[in-house]
């Protein structure tokens, strides 16, 4: 099994660009995450979905749409970026069942100059 | 919302030697506490996780005490070895809702030959 993959690996922008990060589960997974990582901090929570056509925001919304129109994928866009979003965008997911454990992607470096 | 906080930003230890790492947390309805291993430019991977039922695991060489009381959890490494240097994560999730994650800031851990 693939996991979660993440698609771009890393991707330079221009202040205004906008662009859209691809997450993808293979695990049939209920729940899925956008969490973005800053030097010295831990992972902060953007915007999550708990099932296919539903989406709702975290902690650090502003700047960033979401969708998840299939089940396995869960898309993170940035309509007119900024420098602030420089940072490494992680996607996870989990299942609804017992299990607690998220299982996260490997990760994308996202520069905005 | 749920706060996590770790201690220390950096620990450096020789081979073979211990390390603790610290955390609490504010939300007495957080009922999950996994830690992170995040290595250079991978994402963060599971190491081991506790419920809000059970004081103590271990696994190995890894081991995580909960106090629900004081709200505060660590993780133990023991005979520490070069491959453990890493950054680590700890979090905290609620059973129900989002059930994401919130992760404290992390501890650079160096373990020396």
């Known amino acids: 099994n693939a996991g979660v993959t993440q698609t771009p690996k890393f991707r330079v922008l221009k202040t205004g660009q906008s662009m859209t990060l691809l997450c993808a589960q293979d695990?049939?997974?209920?729940?899925m995450y956008w969490y973005r990582q800053d030097p010295g901090m831990g992972l902060r929570l953007i915007h999550y979905?708990?099932?296919?056509?539903?989406?709702a925001k975290g902690e650090v919304p502003d700047g960033y749409n979401v969708s998840r129109l299939k089940k396995q994928n869960f898309l993170l866009g940035l309509e007119s970026a900024a420098p602030s979003q420089t940072s490494v965008y992680f996607c996870?997911?989990?299942?609804?069942?017992?299990?607690?454990?998220?299982?996260f992607g490997p990760g994308t470096r996202l520069t905005v100059t | 919302g749920e706060n996590v906080e770790q201690h220390p930003s950096t620990l450096s230890v020789q081979e073979g030697d211990s390390a603790v790492i610290k955390c609490t947390y504010s939300?007495?309805?957080?009922?999950?506490f996994p830690w992170y291993k995040q290595e250079l430019g991978k994402g963060p991977q599971l190491i081991i996780d506790?419920?809000?039922?059970?004081g103590e695991k271990k696994d190995q060489r890894i081991a995580v005490t909960l106090n629900k009381t004081a709200k505060h959890f660590s993780l133990h490494i023991t005979e520490t070895q070069p491959e453990d240097s890493a950054v680590y994560f700890c979090?905290?999730?609620?059973?129900?809702?989002?059930?994401?994650?919130?992760f404290g800031s992390g501890t650079r851990l160096q373990v020396q030959p």
């Open positions: 695990m049939n997974h209920e729940y």
């Open positions: 939300d007495s309805a957080s009922n999950y």
């Open positions: 979090a905290a999730s609620m059973a129900t809702g989002r059930r994401a994650l919130t």
């Open positions: 996870a997911s989990r299942s609804q069942g017992p299990s607690y454990e998220q299982y």
């Open positions: 979905s708990v099932g296919e056509g539903t989406t």
């Open positions: 506790i419920r809000s039922n059970v």
